[in-house]
Each structure stands twice: as structure tokens, then as C-alpha cells.
């Protein structure tokens, strides 16, 4: 599962970032993942059928992008809704991008794509053979729409857009989280600081996600920026989950160095954490740090680091207490990674 980080690595002194104990955006922090189960998934299965109506009504009149895309998104739709589950079960998502994907008009995420796999049993090699080929196909249309010059976003972005839209429009290049924990291994506050760059010719928005699977409920969490950014817009799911479009500082244009900015997430909840980090980052990133500082009341027997490319072994599989790391006196941890690429990494415990 895990590879060894490259460039200076593990020690006991450092400071930041991603969770399943507390977990945060797409390529950056990434939500936790909880099956379906029982009564739920009874009343998941009825809700299902009116969104097949629904879904027909909606893509009936729309061909897909490419046939590519057709394939991948009716591959996604047919997981979920032989799962039992309903668009809102996708809780990291709004049910409107979950709509669009498997409606076939939109081109999901990689990530999204394995959380199918995870969450509801789509078939790995038939779901992630069909993002390939959607991909490659979606690239090509591109090429041949702009007569071979470099197209990246298909369509406008702006406040009210989507969130993976805006997402889209940019690249993490370094990103830094600390988390600190409380008495009873809540987590208190996550502090967050990324780098990005322009893949759209102008980037003027970021996003953030965040939920706390412990304690799933409204009001639990909250953001607040630190620097180089303001909160445009927040929006909170049924089970707490966070969503927040982020106006940078500045616009940043494509080709130009990256834009530093930070926020904090608050937790006000007593509920212990799930002994897991995690990030995910999506596509290329450069370097990733992850800090974990553990109240003195409540110090971990032992942490490790992990990485790898299969998000189902870092949600599912067996922990193996392997990469051990070190910590100082105050019980303060950290971990850097580089060089990721649409991979899973973080820092793991076990409380004493």
C-alpha cells in the first residue's frame, strides 16, 4: 500500500493537511465514505425509482457529449441505483453535479469514479476503462474544436457555478494542513494552506469541502478564511457536510507563478475522530504536509503514514502500524509527501 515519500521525509516537528476523520476537498481534502445499510437503503431503493423517472425525463432530450461519456455515466447511474442509493448519498457531491454526470453531460472526476467503486460495487476495471476512454475522447473533442490549440474549460465559471466546475479551473500545487485535537480526540481545528495554479486562462475562485463523519450534523463545522482569500458562498448538506467557494485575493492567469492562500475549518463537536488523515489529490501534486498536534490528555500509542493509489485499501483495508513516525514531547506529528498523482496519503493512530 505504501511507497516511500521522496525528498526530506518523516520526523517529529513540522506543521499541516486531509481526512477521514475529518476530511475535506477533491484533490485536497477528501470526505469520508460511510456504505449504506438496512432501513436506509430500503428508503434509498423507493427514492431511487422516482430519480430513474426523473433521469430519463431530464437526459432524454440531450445527447451525450461524446458516446464515451454515454457509457461512463450510465456505468455510474446503474451502480448506484443497484446499490439502494439515492443522488443524495453522494454527500460530497450536490445532486445536481451527481445528476449531470450520470446523465452524461458532464465529465466526472477520477475521484468520483473510484467513490462509485468504493461506496456502491461498480466494477473497478469496467468503470475506470470507461473514465479512460471518456477522457481520451473528451480531450480529442476538444483538439478538434479548437483546431488543435490548448482548451481546458468548456464552459464560463463564475460564484454560482457548480463547485467541481470551478475546481476544474485550477491545479494544487502544495498544500499544508494541521490539525489540532482536543481532550477527547475530537478534532478542534483544521488550518489549511494551498497553492494553485491556473489551468483556465483566469482563475479568480477556489473551493473547499469538509465534513466530520463522527458527528454528521448541521452546524458542526464551519470555515472562515485566514489569507488570501474571502468566502464567497457556503453551503451545508443534512449531515454537515461543508461546501465553500472561495474568492482569491487576486486573479491568477494561466502561466504565471501560484497564488497562496489559507482558511480555517472550526469543529464544535466533542465526538472523537476517526484515527485517520487523508488527502487525496487528484491529479499532479507537488507536495502535501500533514500535521497533527494531539492533546496532551489524549496522546496517541502509535502513528504512521500511508500512500497509495487504491482509495478503497486506504477507506477499507486492514491497518498495518508500518512507516511509524515519531513524535515530539507535545505529541505533535507530521508527514510530507511529493510528487503525488491521483493518489491517497496521510497520517493514521492508534489511540492509547
Given at each position: 500500500?505504501?511507497?516511500?515519500?521522496?525528498?526530506?521525509g518523516v520526523s517529529a516537528l513540522g506543521?499541516?493537511?486531509?481526512?477521514?476523520?475529518?476530511?475535506?476537498?477533491?484533490?485536497?481534502?477528501?470526505?469520508?465514505?460511510?456504505?449504506?445499510?438496512?432501513?436506509?437503503?430500503?428508503?434509498?431503493?423507493?427514492?431511487?425509482?422516482?430519480?430513474?423517472?426523473?433521469?430519463?425525463?431530464?437526459?432524454?432530450?440531450?445527447?451525450?457529449?461524446?458516446?464515451?461519456?454515454?457509457?461512463?455515466?450510465?456505468?455510474?447511474?446503474?451502480?448506484?441505483?443497484?446499490?439502494?442509493?439515492?443522488?443524495?448519498?453522494?454527500?460530497?457531491?450536490?445532486?445536481?453535479?451527481?445528476?449531470?454526470?450520470?446523465n452524461r453531460r458532464v465529465m466526472p472526476?477520477?475521484?468520483?469514479?473510484?467513490?462509485?467503486?468504493?461506496?456502491?460495487?461498480?466494477?473497478?476495471?469496467?468503470?475506470?476503462?470507461?473514465?479512460?476512454?471518456?477522457?481520451?475522447?473528451?480531450?480529442?473533442?476538444?483538439?478538434?474544436?479548437?483546431?488543435?490549440?490548448?482548451?481546458?474549460?468548456?464552459?464560463?465559471?463564475?460564484?454560482?457555478?457548480?463547485?467541481?466546475?470551478?475546481?476544474?479551473?485550477?491545479?494544487?500545487?502544495?498544500?499544508?494542513?494541521?490539525?489540532?485535537?482536543?481532550?477527547?480526540?475530537?478534532?478542534?481545528?483544521?488550518?489549511?494552506?494551498?497553492?494553485?495554479?491556473?489551468?483556465?486562462?483566469?482563475?479568480?475562485?477556489?473551493?473547499?469541502?469538509?465534513?466530520?463523519?463522527?458527528?454528521?450534523?448541521?452546524?458542526?463545522?464551519?470555515?472562515?478564511?485566514?489569507?488570501?482569500?474571502?468566502?464567497?458562498?457556503?453551503?451545508?448538506?443534512?449531515?454537515?457536510?461543508?461546501?465553500?467557494?472561495?474568492?482569491?485575493?487576486?486573479?491568477?492567469?494561466?502561466?504565471?507563478?501560484?497564488?497562496?492562500?489559507?482558511?480555517?475549518?472550526?469543529?464544535?463537536?466533542?465526538?472523537?475522530?476517526?484515527?485517520?488523515?487523508?488527502?487525496?489529490?487528484?491529479?499532479?501534486?507537488?507536495?502535501?504536509?500533514?500535521?497533527?498536534?494531539?492533546?496532551?490528555?489524549?496522546?496517541?500509542?502509535?502513528?504512521?503514514?500511508?500512500?497509495?493509489?487504491?482509495?478503497?485499501?486506504?477507506?477499507?483495508?486492514?491497518?498495518?502500524?508500518?512507516?511509524l513516525l515519531s513524535g515530539d514531547d507535545?505529541?505533535?506529528?507530521?508527514?510530507?509527501?511529493?510528487?503525488?498523482?491521483?493518489?491517497?496519503?496521510?497520517?493514521?493512530?492508534?489511540?492509547?
Amino acid at each position: 500500500m505504501n511507497r516511500p515519500m521522496t525528498g526530506p521525509g518523516v520526523s517529529a516537528l513540522g506543521h499541516r493537511d486531509a481526512i477521514r476523520t475529518f476530511s475535506g476537498e477533491h484533490e485536497e481534502d477528501v470526505l469520508a465514505h460511510k456504505p449504506i445499510l438496512g432501513k436506509q437503503a430500503s428508503a434509498a431503493g423507493k427514492q431511487a425509482g422516482a430519480e430513474r423517472w426523473e433521469m430519463r425525463m431530464a437526459g432524454s432530450g440531450r445527447e451525450p457529449l461524446t458516446p464515451e461519456l454515454g457509457v461512463l455515466g450510465e456505468i455510474l447511474r446503474l451502480a448506484r441505483v443497484s446499490a439502494g442509493a439515492t443522488m443524495r448519498d453522494v454527500e460530497e457531491y450536490s445532486s445536481g453535479h451527481i445528476s449531470n454526470v450520470e446523465n452524461r453531460r458532464v465529465m466526472p472526476s477520477r475521484e468520483l469514479v473510484v467513490l462509485y467503486v468504493a461506496r456502491f460495487g461498480c466494477d473497478r476495471m469496467r468503470a475506470l476503462s470507461a473514465y479512460e476512454r471518456a477522457k481520451s475522447a473528451a480531450s480529442a473533442r476538444r483538439s478538434g474544436r479548437s483546431g488543435g490549440a490548448s482548451s481546458f474549460v468548456d464552459e464560463e465559471v463564475g460564484p454560482e457555478s457548480d463547485i467541481d466546475a470551478i475546481r476544474r479551473t485550477y491545479r494544487v500545487r502544495d498544500v499544508e494542513t494541521s490539525y489540532t485535537l482536543g481532550a477527547e480526540g475530537q478534532v478542534v481545528e483544521a488550518v489549511t494552506i494551498r497553492s494553485l495554479t491556473a489551468v483556465a486562462p483566469r482563475v479568480g475562485l477556489a473551493v473547499a469541502r469538509f465534513n466530520y463523519p463522527t458527528d454528521p450534523r448541521p452546524g458542526v463545522l464551519d470555515i472562515t478564511a485566514i489569507a488570501g482569500c474571502s468566502i464567497l458562498r457556503r453551503s451545508e448538506s443534512h449531515t454537515g457536510a461543508i461546501s465553500a467557494v472561495l474568492a482569491l485575493e487576486r486573479e491568477v492567469q494561466r502561466n504565471e507563478g501560484p497564488h497562496t492562500y489559507a482558511f480555517r475549518v472550526s469543529v464544535r463537536s466533542q465526538v472523537p475522530a476517526l484515527p485517520k488523515i487523508r488527502y487525496y489529490a487528484s491529479g499532479r501534486t507537488q507536495r502535501c504536509a500533514l500535521r497533527v498536534k494531539f492533546h496532551n490528555g489524549r496522546p496517541p500509542a502509535a502513528v504512521w503514514w500511508f500512500r497509495s493509489a487504491s482509495r478503497a485499501e486506504v477507506e477499507y483495508g486492514d491497518e498495518v502500524e508500518t512507516n511509524l513516525l515519531s513524535g515530539d514531547d507535545g505529541h505533535f506529528y507530521f508527514a510530507d509527501f511529493y510528487d503525488l498523482d491521483t493518489e491517497h496519503c496521510g497520517i493514521a493512530w492508534r489511540w492509547a
